[in-house]
């Protein structure tokens, strides 16, 4: 398989009235062409800020300290402004959070679905227009005609994210990115949204990042999951190794916060305690030590190295050290 995408080593600040916010320390993700993978983590712990970065969409006070972010072996980060724009929304697509507040309210969904074709394409008004109703024709949106001349606010919440994924794809892009792309929706147009982002990569043959807090969101899309924590990437592999074989405490944390429906008996959610790091003073140590349960003098006092767990299966944790004591590996309440 060729890679698509490969960011190396990225590290990202903010630079704020209290101090260097430092938001990504030493990030690194490869992404295949025509593969799904997953970038999971809860809040504040570097995902969304990882893609604005790769998509150079900082705020004025954000900066890339150091890293290459390699597109079709292309280096993102030492592009101009002038070629990003080339680049975004033609070659990479993306699918913010909130899609009301992402959409225009004083813009028809035409005219919003349309200027990406516009800035970037050569095509008269009538071609713009099929291509319009086309795209809405295959996000599942019916009478797209007369659906292209309404606002945001005549939109549920479910046909909003079918607009962004629209808008996203309109000059059919050779990556998606979908920040949090089921945020706010109920499982069932959450179940929709995901199966249309499954059939569209099909048909399509794109590449998707698709980035949650929410181990359950990516399990039927993605073949390889990546799980940050304090700006880190603390596990990465295989979907299913990610899944049936996970190793660091971070991600056993969030499989046992997850229900599971192939329990027969009921039993309480357990929430992992604390709260992320402060990284204004980041950890010098593990990021998670001040969470974790199996805890140890030196996880305080020094990043753990990236441990070979199988092939493709990679773990920052002190645990997988020769010389550290044997814990419960699989203490996530699933019957592997």
């Known amino acids: ?57 900082l705020d004025s006070n954000g900066e890339i300290k150091e890293g290459e972010i390699l597109f079709e072996g292309k280096d993102l980060v030492k592009l101009s402004e002038k070629e990003m724009e080339g680049i975004r929304g033609n070659d990479i697509g993306m699918i913010f959070q909130d899609p009301m507040t992402s959409l225009n309210p004083v813009l028809t969904i035409g005219d919003q679905i349309s200027e990406p074709l516009i800035k970037h394409g050569k095509m008269s008004r009538s071609e713009v227009r099929k291509k319009v109703i086309d795209m809405l024709e295959l996000v599942g949106i019916s009478s797209p005609e007369k659906r292209m001349k309404q606002y945001p606010h005549e939109f549920s919440g479910g046909m909003r994210q079918r607009v962004m994924i629209a808008m996203a794809l309109i000059c059919q892009p050779k990556l998606l990115i979908a920040d949090e792309p089921t945020t706010a929706l109920d499982v069932t147009i959450q179940a929709q949204i995901l199966e249309l982002m499954k059939d569209l990569k099909e048909k399509l043959n794109m590449s998707i990042i698709i980035i949650t807090h929410d181990l359950g969101v990516v399990a039927n899309l993605c073949t390889r999951i990546n799980v940050m924590y304090g700006g880190i990437v603390v596990e990465s592999g295989k979907a299913r190794e990610i899944f049936y074989n996970a190793n660091h405490p971070y991600t056993w944390g969030l499989l046992r916060s997850i229900p599971n429906p192939k329990l027969d008996t009921k039993e309480r959610l357990i929430p992992i305690q604390g709260t992320p790091p402060d990284l204004l003073k980041p950890p010098v140590g593990c990021p998670f030590a001040e969470r974790c349960d199996w805890a140890m003098k030196i996880c305080f006092d020094n990043m753990p190295e990236n441990y070979n767990i199988s092939e493709d299966h990679y773990s920052a944790c002190w645990l997988n050290h020769p010389d550290a004591p044997k814990v419960n590996r699989n203490d996530d309440g699933r019957d592997n």
Not at 22 to 49: F, H, N, T
């Open 1 to 57: 398989m060729e890679k698509l995408l490969q960011i190396n080593n990225i590290h990202t600040s903010f630079q704020t009235h209290a101090g260097e916010v430092q938001a990504v320390r030493g990030v690194s993700i490869d992404l295949y062409k025509g593969e799904a993978v997953g970038i999971v983590g809860e809040s504040g712990s570097g995902k969304s800020i990882t893609m604005m970065t790769l998509m150079r969409l």
